[in-house]
């Protein structure tokens, strides 16, 4: 029974990694080693295509455009959401539970509905291929699911907690503050961990509202697939690249991802 | 909890609100515009009443691409959410390895879009890919960029690979939460591990499974980056689901009604089944 | 039915464990006769708990052997031990009905329906569950689930034990009581053996028929009631039962003759005794003191009258001993005197009772 169960993780894990393994394996490998012979380890091990990213701006602003709209829609998101979910999990208002559902509608709508009007709107507004256009647009669904999240959390935390520091004396604010945002600090991390990462896939409204000075990363990587030719060591390791944010990411909310992933509500 | 009533509350939602109406609201109206005129240009718009909705109905190629989009998001539900279940029945549950399974399993989940669609492409290319090569070598006729069922199979599998873990996460915080009483009660009362999972585990990961299937199956309705990365839609229209046709509408051929009306339809079969869902999950839990 | 036996039982949750202090469950040797309710009494974390699931099975003690009617059961499973176990918090299987519950563990060992039927019909009269077998357990307010736990074990005929890890814990005040006479009725009804385990003192001794109290991972003293409020053993037992507990004041012994603060105390277990460096203490239960002008001088802190008793706080030098003294008995207002009796004075040497 045991090695049973060791032997389903192993198994996933293994499939999971595989074709990490594989990108990484392409990424250290020349163009023509790729296409010329068939190795499980890079034969003519090269770091080419990782310096051609570290030195050509086209690639390495791609990153910093990906981190930096990510970081401003992730405050944004999270800075936002502290109030409402606040307001949600503590008070009773006129329209509460329509404007609770309506939220959650957002997080349903297809990007591919909105990618359009998002470019007429964001072009409208003269926000075109800026990093703020693709941070509030991701506010769409990452508002909407961080208020969800905090909810949750908040909702957990006894109101007696709030009652007891008015008696002793705190104003609103100052208890907000000083006593409730680090009592759900640990809310407050995963929600930023799933703001983060919906905002780093996503790449349909980051493309369509960029053209060259807030291209993301992901959208300079479709580029290179269909003009450059098939250069897959370089897409390859562009890719390996992208994953290192996220596992940046994981290991620092490593102890809350489990109940991070239940949002709260277990 | 019981909460207080205060109107004042709405100021707390206000920036909120803002900004989510302007990101929700405005495009939305601009699809519902779109969606009832005909335009040839030069910002001249005629009405057109429900015309688009009615052409969109009634063409084969949305039937189609619908079609499509219902079976893979059944086809990927099926599959991930046992094998979800499946994992986290068997990961540990405590000490040091808890950690690293909990990180290697999220992994995939941070990875953009694209790059997984990209990652599935170098790993599945018949002649340079490992699993490609592996299915070949088995004797199996297998190039994912020309076989109708490659295309399927692959674009499934990679989804599985994507998404699996959201459901492992979901489902081991779940079981993470069953008190050890219950796993010892069970053992006095001699109940079979199928009666643990059964009547313990099942019913304790029911409020987790059911957002762990809301969410796949509204992220899965909306797939459009990872199959478009990999299969282009294609071969032919096999792995055309609704996004990638709803883009290839509006963006490729810039019929802005018929895509409009496409898009509202299509948001609207999204939260029909999400409100169905929701109510059935509240009902469940109100007996 | 089965007399259970504990040889040399120690339990340490660490993989080291060379010091005293890294044991969470000291040596023990015991015998849980046959139909006995018992009482596990002791502070959080004393080793109560620890000791319950070495019974049950669902620890495997470090060292030492358990042993249900001198057969060797140390590693037997939990599920073929024939024991029954109500926890802390209500286990019921929320999918199921009330009557599903109960059948549960007979169906598991493969029981036919109608004995089963039948069973859990017996069952659920003696538990005032049979208005309710249809209903979901989920919805059942925290003594209707205890009582589920609880009738889940005594469905089962062939349970040797049924134990009881501080079951009152979630319920209502109101509803404790009830409860609590409810497991007394059905101890004398059924007969079977009953481990019950607690910290409040009320609780234990109303329930059981012999009581064990546990202090730091040791057992320190097994008896009744009684026993333990006339004679407690150790000043743990002293101090824990009772209410307020046993005053305990340092003292000095040589040969029979304690001294108490200059004063020389009469006490019931020492007789020709030497202190040997250990720390001696005299312990007098509040009931046992009353104003006695023979008595020694002490000073007046606070009286409450309590309705049925008055409790006095008096001090002598740095010392604080409480009386209790029944309604109406007057407190005298100048240079009042004490007496203890000598009956119920004890001495005590590192916290035990010398002998």
């Known amino acids: 029974m045991k090695n049973a169960k060791l032997l389903v993780t192993l198994l996933y894990i293994l499939f999971l990694m595989l074709p990490i393994y594989w990108l990484l394996n392409m990424s250290f490998k020349t163009t023509n080693e790729i296409l010329g012979t068939f190795s499980l380890w890079p034969m003519n091990f090269t770091l080419d295509n990782y310096i051609k990213i570290f030195t050509d701006p086209t690639w390495y602003n791609g990153y910093l455009n990906s981190i930096t709209y990510v970081v401003i829609n992730t405050v944004i998101s999270v800075t936002v959401a502290l109030p409402a979910a606040y307001a949600f999990s503590r008070y009773r208002f006129l329209g509460d539970k329509h404007l609770f559902f309506w939220l959650l509608t957002n997080r349903m709508a297809p990007p591919a509905v909105f990618a359009l009007p998002f470019f007429q709107l964001y072009s409208a507004t003269g926000l075109f291929d800026t990093h703020i256009a693709v941070a509030l647009a991701h506010c769409l669904f990452n508002i909407p699911l961080a208020v969800w999240i905090l909810e949750g959390f908040m909702s957990g935390v006894p109101k007696e907690l709030d009652e007891t520091a008015y008696l002793d004396g705190y104003s609103f604010w100052r208890f907000f503050v000083k006593i409730f945002i680090p009592t759900i600090a640990a809310g407050i991390g995963v929600a930023a961990f799933f703001c983060f990462m919906y905002s780093w896939v996503e790449l349909l409204l980051a493309k369509t509202l960029t053209s060259v000075a807030a291209k993301p990363i992901a959208a300079t990587m479709t580029r290179t697939a269909s003009t450059a030719g098939y250069e897959l060591g370089l897409l390859a390791a562009a890719g390996a690249l992208t994953i290192i944010p996220g596992a940046f990411v994981i290991y620092f909310v490593r102890n809350y991802i489990a109940k991070g992933f239940a949002l709260g509500r277990v | ?287 | 039915m089965a007399e259970i036996k504990l040889r040399q039982v120690r339990h340490s949750y660490l993989r080291d464990h060379r010091k005293e202090e890294d044991w969470a469950l000291k040596e023990l040797n015991a015998v849980w006769q046959d139909g006995t309710a018992y009482a596990l009494l002791g502070p959080s974390g004393c080793g109560k708990t620890t000791l319950l699931n070495i019974i049950s099975g669902l620890i495997t003690p470090t060292e030492g052997r358990v042993l249900f009617d001198d057969r060797d059961v140390t590693d037997t499973p939990t599920g073929e031990r024939h024991i029954a176990q109500v926890f802390q918090f209500p286990v019921v299987y929320d999918t199921m009905t009330v009557y599903d519950n109960l059948a549960f563990p007979l169906r598991n060992r493969g029981m036919d329906s109608a004995r089963v039927s039948a069973r859990v019909g017996e069952i659920s009269r003696m538990l005032d569950l049979d208005s309710m077998l249809s209903q979901k357990a989920y919805g059942l307010t925290a003594d209707g689930k205890q009582k589920i736990s609880l009738g889940r074990g005594l469905v089962r005929e062939d349970v040797n034990i049924i134990m009881f890890d501080e079951p009152l814990t979630v319920i209502d005040p109101h509803l404790k009581w009830q409860l609590r006479s409810k497991l007394k009725e059905l101890h004398q009804r059924v007969g079977v053996t009953m481990i019950y385990v607690t910290h409040d003192q009320t609780e234990a001794l109303t329930f059981a028929d012999q009581v064990v109290v546990i202090y730091e991972g040791t057992v320190v003293q097994v008896g009744t009631p009684v026993e333990l409020f006339e004679k407690p053993q150790h000043t743990f037992v002293g101090h824990f039962i009772g209410s307020p507990g046993m005053n305990l004041l340092p003292c000095s012994a040589a040969d029979g003759a304690t001294v108490f603060s200059g004063i020389p105390v009469q006490t019931t277990n020492a007789h020709k005794f030497k202190t040997n460096g250990r720390r001696m203490e005299l312990g007098i239960r509040p009931e046992f003191i009353r104003f006695d002008n023979s008595g020694f001088e002490v000073e007046i802190v606070k009286v409450d009258d309590l309705g049925r008793y008055q409790l006095v706080e008096t001090r002598r030098a740095e010392n604080t001993i409480k009386m209790i003294l029944a309604e109406g008995t007057s407190i005298p207002a100048e240079r009042p005197r004490i007496a203890f009796d000598p009956k119920h004075t004890w001495l005590y040497a590192d916290g035990w009772a010398v002998s």
Not at chain 2, 38 to 49: L, S
Not at chain 2, 147 to 174: Q, R
Not at chain 2, 214 to 237: A, K
């Open chain 2, 1 to 287: 909890m019981n909460k207080t009533a205060n109107s004042k509350a709405w100021l707390f939602v206000i920036p909120m609100v803002v900004l989510v109406a302007f990101n929700a609201l405005i495009p939305l109206m601009t699809v519902v515009n779109y969606s009832v005129q005909e335009t040839f240009g030069d910002n001249v718009f005629f009405w057109e009443g429900m015309k688009w909705f009615e052409q969109v109905l009634r063409s084969d190629r949305f039937h189609e691409s619908f079609l499509r989009q219902f079976a893979f998001t059944g086809m990927i539900l099926l599959i991930e959410i046992p094998l979800g279940i499946l994992v986290a029945l068997s990961m540990p549950r405590k000490g040091p390895w808890v950690s690293v399974c909990l990180v290697l399993m999220a992994l995939p989940l941070l990875i953009p879009w694209n790059v997984v669609g990209a990652m599935w492409n170098i790993f599945a290319l018949p002649d340079t890919g490992l699993l490609g090569r592996m299915i070949n070598g088995l004797g199996i006729h297998y190039n994912f960029t020309q076989g109708p069922v490659a295309a399927w199979a692959t674009t499934v599998v990679m989804d599985v690979w994507h998404w699996t873990s959201l459901v492992v996460l979901l489902a081991y915080a779940g079981l993470c939460s069953i008190p050890e009483a219950y796993y010892q009660a069970a053992k006095i009362d001699g109940a079979s591990a199928w009666a643990v999972f059964r009547h313990i585990q099942l019913p304790k990961m029911k409020r987790v499974l059911t957002i762990a299937i809301l969410l796949r199956f509204m992220d899965s309705f909306m797939i459009y980056t990872e199959p478009f990365v990999l299969t282009g839609g294609g071969p032919g229209n096999t792995t055309t689901f609704l996004s990638i046709d709803l883009v290839k509408i509006a963006l490729g051929q810039f019929d802005l009604g018929p895509a409009a009306a496409m898009s509202l339809i299509y948001f609207l079969i999204v939260l029909l089944v999400c409100w169905i869902f929701y109510t059935l999950m509240m009902r469940g839990e109100a007996k």
